[in-house]
DNA sequence: CTGAAAGCGCTTACAG
DNA sequence: CTGAAAGCGCTTACAG
């Protein structure tokens, strides 16, 4: 905009200031300081001892060039992000996603970061996981298969570090931590009929034979609680129920109701369809626990929160993604006390509430 | 341990057949395929046209060669990750807990996938999100801030790609997309006052100066529809809260009946801290909305499931993530359609329920 | 449509 | 304790 006349010529050719804004890369930082990259390399990393006046000149140059480091040229060069995945069927569900946070928690605290991916319980998409993408730019896969099954150990095993959640035993070759599901389906039934109740119901079962989910082997434990006590297992006391959520438990206490059949107890697949069913109930005039005492799964925060609180099987979430991460950072980092792929089962214990 | 004897001495010097496991490459795949890795990128990224008979020969070796592209080292050359990092106060908090997953599901659509980032409000953990080695892992960031505020303006310019979500406009040269939680404040408390409710209490205003929270402007929105109701603002009927959670609505609904002072509405500043102060005022026999009517916040899930049912002030969190990641992947990608950056105000509007 | 080669920004043996 | 150089596995102008 300013005439060229009080300007040299060649005050044309000058770099404007403005430049292209190329990245601050460890060479520039070098520069400044008057060493190379790797000595940059060298004090940022911390893996080789640096005399401190180099140490110093160094840091400062960091600052004053506003350097930050390339994570991924790092990441080519180690083999290493920083990253976990985390893989669950879905983060509506109220469990899963407590879950996931837990794992964001303790991985944030062991100074690793996280993503989350959601497999929908989509066979493909949970191959998609285990060959995709995210699997390679991070550094460990957290996985809670639901379409894959014992019959795919080929895929579930692997050679890149991963921790199976399983609500059932998948195979031997990798780290798991499993759910006692049958155990729970017994000891909430159980619990039902300590509290008097004799004409129980089930809200959970799975009917897709494609999915190896929760659902069947805590319905084959609340048969084995009625078996015990010398109840017949009686099919218009259980309702199927697709999604695990709120709305579905909602809608599977409308059908039994609605089925005209006589109950005094529910057992739930989780807190999320308890707390749906105890609110259609309630809407219909039955009592919780009065007419019909109810029981959930997972303990969620909302399970304990809710009007009447409601009784459930707790799952420590914390807990297991404690576990999990713990043994992903150990396989990833080789630690010497790795003690190489194991199956723990995954504690759980009946919460005994108003809704009971 | 079988002995050698039975084996020609040059078997001990073959390589095993578990090698090392050295990670297939494109070269190898293109080897196996009578190509270059050139040809093998070109099938792979689709950026340049390639014969049907040398993609049907490249696909086949990577089949069979199970290949899984190194993504940190495609990153690295192109500058991209295809990852999202979103980073907000607390993931414990309702709210951003369904912001955070909204943001995933719809990353998730578009082909990105998301890290999530916890700055538990902390001034250094907010500089950190900025500056820090995920930023640099990730292609662009969601960041709400709580700690930093409009005198940080200099560091939340960026010549990364950044979409800010917040309580007040911060600056003009980073897209951002603010809530009127004047409006929110006012709207919610006009609503109690055409209720009837004369006496109305606040809680959620937070007292540590260093945090421009919503509470701070959800409070002068009250003040001012009590003053446009003619009516005082009384500093005994406002509880601060330092979390915004439901043992936080619970502890301040306790300190309100302490006190003894008189009310008949409460605003609180979201729903986490409505449903914790209602379950508090129903366990001390106060009736809502009968004694108290009650509105939030948010619109949660739990506010529509709750007993009663919450009425809110609905923020479409879904819809904030939905924006939030057509800017940012606009950014990333310097459509020709960005028009630059710009401020969005978040809609919002008041969701009349059971509980007022 | 394909090959040979350069280079993204780091880390790390190899010398000194 | 530091320099010069190789190489991680891709993508992409440069030739043909």
Redesign the pocket.
Known sequence: MSPRGGLPEVGFDVPMTTEPR??V???DV?AAA??????V??V??G?????P??RAAVMAAVRELGYQ??VT??G???GRTGLLTVAVPALRIDYFAELALAVVDEAERLGWAVTLQQTQSDRERELAILGGHDRLLSDGLIFQPHALGPADRDLLVSDQPVVLLADHELQADADQLVLDNVGIGREATAHLLARGRRRIAMIGPNHDPGLSTAGSYRLEGYRQALAEAGLPARPDLVVGATRWTWDGGAAAAEELLASGVDLDGLFCGNDSLALGAVHALRRHGVDVPGDVAVIGVDDTRDAARSDPALSTVAIDSAGVAATAVGLLVAQIRRDAAYAGPQTQTIAHRVVHRASS
């Not at 008057?34 to 000595?39: I, P």
């Not at 893996?47 to 005399?51: A, H, T, W």
Request: proline content about 7%; glycine content about 6%; charged content about 15%.
């Open positions: 190329r990245p890369t460890m060479a070098g008057g060493v190379t990259n790797r000595t390399s060298n940022l990393s893996n080789k001892p640096v005399s006046a180099t480091m390339n040229a790092r080519l060069r180690t």
